[in-house]
């Protein structure tokens, strides 16, 4: 009798099992997966299996994300500096990208990393400069962004940054002879040029004037 039970037993664990597959959609977000689906899942006969595509197991290909003009020089006073980016649209509608940082030297030797957001209104990444404060920086200084793609280490493009310092104004050869009172105007150029917002003229009262000017190249106005 009981070895008609035991069979009994083993021939009710042989039943088939009954299942509905659903196909679900990821969203990756930072190391998560999170599943949209059509249908809730069911627990109960037929019961319910995920279907998900998964990525692909390999070496992260990366993109190739290159400054928007090489030649364009940026000022490091202004408190949220744009840097333009192109070549990648996923460093915007995805968080494949993360935890982006520039670096800029000081002028001991030391690093800083400036926190680098993407700001797809903006068309590039938006850097906290507060940090800089404080710093000493040199008047030129070679920034490079850097962050992750997905778990895999990204090398951004080197920007070309000035800091805003006192420093010493010439005219330019061509233009020392050309002044004169009343019309005319004059090239200046600087290590710091890029980082003016405004030029005012002062006269021989002390009298300010509003000058009319353009940034001609990043040096020169």
């Not at 040199?138 to 080197?158: C, D, E, M, T, V």
């Not at 805003?164 to 002879?177: C, I, R, Y």
Request: a neutral charge.
């Amino acid at each position: 009798m009981g070895a008609i039970v035991d069979l009994a037993r083993i021939m009710g664990n042989l039943r088939t099992a009954t299942y509905q597959y659903i196909p679900a959609l990821a969203l990756p977000k930072h190391d998560h997966l999170n599943l949209k689906l059509n249908n809730p899942p069911s627990f109960r006969k037929p019961k319910s299996v995920l279907v998900v595509a998964l990525p692909a197991v390999e070496r992260a290909h990366l993109p190739l994300l290159r400054a928007v003009d090489a030649n364009q020089v940026f000022c490091l006073a202004k408190p949220s500096l744009v840097l333009p980016v192109e070549g990648a649209p996923l460093v915007f509608s995805t968080a494949l990208a993360h935890d982006f940082a520039i670096g800029v030297q000081t002028e001991n030797g030391s690093s800083i990393e400036l926190p680098a957001i993407a700001d797809a209104a903006r068309g590039g990444f938006v850097i906290d400069t507060h940090a800089l404060e404080n710093s000493q920086l040199a008047s030129r200084i070679s920034g490079k962004l850097h962050g992750f793609w997905g778990y895999q280490s990204f090398a951004g493009p080197n920007f070309d940054l000035r800091s805003a310092h006192a420093t010493k104004w010439s005219v330019v050869a061509g233009d020392q002879n050309a002044l004169l009172i009343g019309r005319g105007y004059a090239h200046l150029q600087s290590d710091s040029a890029t980082c003016v917002e405004n030029v005012i003229l002062r006269d021989q009262q002390g009298k300010d004037i509003q000058a009319t000017w353009e940034r001609l190249k990043p040096d020169a106005k």
